[in-house]
């Protein structure tokens, strides 16, 4: 009669290695698993004071697509362009201007980035959710702050990938000041205003085209009401770098050797949020706020328009402090 299996300790602890292992080879082919990703990306309503969308012209032409419900498309379809397309975008922008009414739009010719430039208008162009601060029992809403699992995994988008889209809905480049001066036209002035302020800039100058400029609004009018329902002193984004011309580029590869020959900063959609400086804008409501805890807000509301698709952002750690955000 044979003789009945007994497990030991040291079976168990053999099993339990066995399977710890084969779930490390699993988390190694694919890192992604283990957190729970919304694959629709459906939209999701920011959250506002105002019910006023914003007052560029992004309405779609009727020669790109008839109806957007058609299209039947959502992010997470719409991989991110390639590094080979680079060269296929460098001159596909033009620099006529539309009737006074209109803002001048890019004919964008690759069909991918495309595409997504729809979706990404129909998300500006949803109606705004009014904030709400209150609870049904009338006490005031404290949102936990919870920022992201890792400002390296979340915010990685490398440069090639950004420099694809920019040059597809960007403006070519811009050789010096004197130029740019007379290449206002399809570029929207950013300033110091109630939702974001400016520093001093000297390796770039406050224009962006008008998609970034709306993207940059919404980040900046979101990280504001998550300060509100997270009972944080209100606090303003500050943008440290915007449109650089192709000197403005040189100059800055002299100070800084990590600054990119080819930047997406010549594109006009791409801005730089800094994470360590904030403006505040209540000063009566006890100690100030930690900028760390303040940069945890700004990573979460980074994160919300990184999955919804309408940027690209890069954390930058080193000498530039900041997110390095491409409108998409």
Same mark, same amino acid.
């Given at each position: 009669?044979?003789?009945?299996?007994?497990?030991?300790?040291?079976?168990?602890?053999?099993?339990?290695?066995?399977?710890?292992?084969?779930?490390?080879?699993?988390?190694?082919?694919?890192?992604?698993?283990?957190?729970?990703?919304?694959?629709?990306?459906?939209?999701?309503?920011?959250?506002?004071?105002?019910?006023?969308?914003?007052?560029?012209?992004?309405?779609?032409?009727?020669?790109?697509?008839?109806?957007?419900?058609?299209?039947?498309?959502?992010?997470?379809?719409?991989?991110?362009?390639?590094?080979?397309?680079?060269?296929?975008?460098?001159?596909?922008?033009?620099?006529?201007?539309?009737?006074?009414?209109?803002?001048?739009?890019?004919?964008?010719?690759?069909?991918?980035?495309?595409?997504?430039?729809?979706?990404?208008?129909?998300?500006?162009?949803?109606?705004?959710?009014?904030?709400?601060?209150?609870?049904?029992?009338?006490?005031?809403?404290?949102?936990?702050?919870?920022?992201?699992?890792?400002?390296?995994?979340?915010?990685?988008?490398?440069?090639?990938?950004?420099?694809?889209?920019?040059?597809?809905?960007?403006?070519?480049?811009?050789?010096?000041?004197?130029?740019?001066?007379?290449?206002?036209?399809?570029?929207?002035?950013?300033?110091?205003?109630?939702?974001?302020?400016?520093?001093?800039?000297?390796?770039?100058?406050?224009?962006?085209?008008?998609?970034?400029?709306?993207?940059?609004?919404?980040?900046?009018?979101? #990280? $504001?009401?998550?300060?509100?329902?997270? @009972?944080?002193? &209100?606090?303003?984004?500050? *943008?440290?770098?915007? /449109?650089?011309?192709?000197?403005?580029?040189?100059?800055?590869?002299?100070?800084?050797?990590?600054?990119?020959?080819?930047?997406?900063?010549?594109?006009?959609?791409?801005?730089?949020?800094?994470?360590?400086? #904030? $403006?505040?804008?209540?000063?009566?409501? @006890?100690?100030? &706020?930690?900028?760390?805890? *303040?940069?945890?807000? /700004?990573?979460?509301?980074?994160?919300?328009?990184?999955?919804?698709?309408?940027?690209?952002?890069?954390?930058?750690?080193?000498?530039?402090?900041?997110?390095?955000?491409?409108?998409?």
């Amino acid at each position: 009669m044979p003789r009945p299996l007994k497990f030991t300790k040291l079976h168990y602890i053999a099993l339990f290695l066995s399977i710890t292992g084969m779930l490390s080879i699993v988390r190694c082919v694919n890192p992604n698993i283990a957190y729970n990703h919304n694959s629709n990306h459906k939209v999701l309503p920011l959250n506002d004071t105002t019910n006023n969308a914003p007052s560029y012209d992004l309405t779609p032409s009727t020669s790109a697509i008839d109806n957007l419900a058609d299209l039947e498309i959502t992010t997470s379809e719409l991989p991110a362009p390639t590094p080979t397309e680079i060269s296929q975008n460098e001159d596909v922008t033009q620099n006529t201007v539309d009737t006074a009414t209109t803002t001048p739009k890019p004919v964008i010719r690759n069909p991918r980035i495309a595409r997504h430039s729809i979706v990404v208008d129909s998300i500006f162009l949803r109606e705004r959710r009014p904030l709400t601060i209150m609870d049904e029992k009338g006490q005031r809403i404290r949102n936990r702050i919870v920022s992201v699992r890792s400002y390296h995994h979340c915010f990685n988008d490398l440069n090639d990938v950004q420099l694809a889209t920019a040059q597809a809905i960007g403006i070519n480049r811009i050789e010096d000041r004197k130029e740019a001066a007379k290449r206002t036209d399809g570029l929207v002035f950013v300033g110091d205003n109630p939702y974001y302020g400016v520093k001093e800039l000297t390796h770039s100058i406050p224009y962006l085209v008008p998609r970034a400029a709306i993207c940059l609004e919404e980040i900046a009018r979101a #990280f $504001i009401d998550s300060c509100v329902t997270k @009972g944080v002193p &209100t606090h303003k984004i500050v *943008l440290t770098s915007v /449109l650089r011309t192709e000197k403005d580029v040189r100059r800055l590869r002299r100070v800084n050797l990590n600054a990119s020959e080819n930047s997406c900063h010549q594109y006009g959609t791409t801005f730089d949020i800094s994470y360590n400086h #904030f $403006i505040p804008v209540e000063t009566n409501r @006890g100690n100030a &706020t930690s900028s760390t805890r *303040l940069k945890q807000i /700004l990573a979460e509301v980074l994160e919300d328009q990184h999955q919804l698709g309408t940027c690209y952002i890069k954390y930058e750690h080193l000498r530039s402090a900041c997110f390095h955000i491409t409108a998409r």
